[in-house]
Nanobody
Framework: VQLQASGGGLVQAGGSLRLSCAAS????????MAWFRQVPGKEREFVAA????????FHTDSVKGRFTISRDNAKNTVYLQMNTLKPEDTAAYYC???????????????????WGQGTLVTVSS
């Protein structure tokens, strides 16, 4: 599957953005999807994941209550709604995919086989 992320931009602290990740192919509904983010000079870190059918989600602690991952399998798209943004959320955000055969939602980079190109989110204070 090929992934194309979009929706990044410049926003003030406390504001909101919605990221989108459009996938190619007819088997999107069989892929577990995730969002990661990366600041220059630091490792890419997990943000959120969603199961193939969308019934299970997991968010890392630092974004719980502020970010929400969702998907629309009819549109081959996964979303990341980001509210109450903070300057420390500034990063390049990447969507990732893997054929969903595991019971658990993966939070590690090596578990995902396809990656989008990244979209930059900048939160000003």
């Amino acid at each position: 599957v090929q992934l194309q992320a979009s929706g990044g931009g410049l926003v003030q602290a406390g504001g909101s953005l919605r990221l989108s990740c459009a996938a190619s192919g007819r088997t999107f509904s069989s892929y577990r999807m995730a969002w990661f983010r990366q600041v220059p000079g630091k490792e890419r870190e997990f943000v959120a994941a969603i199961s193939a059918g969308g019934s299970r989600v997991f968010h890392t602690d630092s974004v719980k209550g502020r970010f929400t991952i969702s998907r629309d399998n009819a549109k081959n798209t996964v979303y990341l709604q980001m509210n109450t943004l903070k300057p420390e959320d500034t990063a390049a955000y990447y969507c990732a995919a893997v054929w969903d055969t595991a019971a658990a939602l993966g939070t590690h980079l090596f578990e995902y086989t396809s990656w989008g190109q990244g979209t930059l989110v900048t939160v000003s204070s």
